[in-house]
T-cell receptor
Framework: SQTIHQWPATLVQPVGSPLSLECTVE??????LYWYRQAAGRGLQLLFY??????ISSEVPQNLSASRPQDRQFILSSKKLLLSDSGFYLC?????????????FGDGTRLSIL | SQQGEEDPQALSIQEGENATMNCSYK?????LQWYRQNSGRGLVHLIL?????REKHSGRLRVTLDTSKKSSSLLITASRAADTASYFC?????????FGTGTRLTVIP
């Protein structure tokens, strides 16, 4: 069966520090991968999606970047964090080439910027 | 925006009662999906209804879709305390899903 792992679960970082969040998927090949941010009590904002290794699409201009160095690995990064980067970050995957199919989410990373 | 909007924003019911949540959207869709999110966790896919379907059931869940009104509803029957969570509808876009802001359901034991 397929599983998705996200880490760390929680992270507290000072303003201006770098960021690296990692997401890995097991049990499937060439998945579509997604990074979302969820503000408290709000819906999900799509940040990035990827249909293959090295292929990244950005939905919202921002202080963050994403990379997909391996088929089932998706990384969210920042060189210098802002206070506004605080939030709950979720990684998800869906079947290759099927954007209208169910997405499967990790348990998220709670990021607090001080 | 293609984003779905859930109504109500919050709902509190007694255990055993039914809970109904609604979702409205603005553009044509391929399908509509409902997800559940427990506090501090990721979203879990509950059910998908295609644009040519009007009703779908899964266990205690019943979803309806009215494409002429661009709306959907999720009914949870015989609610349990464990159903306490946020529920989101998601509509299909060209490259991804668009999620609403959710309905926060509290089931009181």
């Amino acid at each position: 069966s397929q599983t998705i792992h996200q880490w760390p679960a929680t992270l507290v970082q000072p303003v201006g520090s770098p960021l690296s969040l990692e997401c890995t998927v097991e049990g499937t090949s060439n998945p579509n991968l997604y990074w979302y941010r969820q503000a408290a009590g709000r819906g999900l904002q799509l940040l990035f999606y990827s249909v293959g290794i090295g292929q990244i699409s950005s939905e919202v201009p921002q202080n963050l970047s994403a990379s997909r160095p391996q088929d089932r690995q998706f990384i969210l990064s920042s060189k210098k964090l802002l206070l506004s980067d605080s939030g709950f970050y979720l990684c998800a995957w869906s079947v290759s080439g099927q954007f209208n199919q169910p997405q499967h989410f990790g348990d998220g990373t709670r990021l607090s910027i001080l | 925006s293609q984003q779905g909007e859930e109504d109500p924003q919050a709902l509190s019911i007694q255990e055993g009662e039914n809970a109904t949540m609604n979702c409205s959207y603005k553009t044509s869709i391929n399908n509509l999906q409902w997800y559940r999110q427990n506090s501090g966790r990721g979203l879990v896919h509950l059910i998908l209804i295609r644009s040519n379907e009007r009703e779908k059931h899964s266990g205690r869940l019943r979803v309806t879709l009215d494409t002429s009104k661009k709306s959907s509803s999720l009914l949870i029957t015989a609610s349990r305390a464990a159903d306490t969570a946020s529920y989101f509808c998601a509509t299909t876009g060209a490259n991804n899903l668009f999620f609403g802001t959710g309905t926060r359901l509290t089931v009181i034991p």
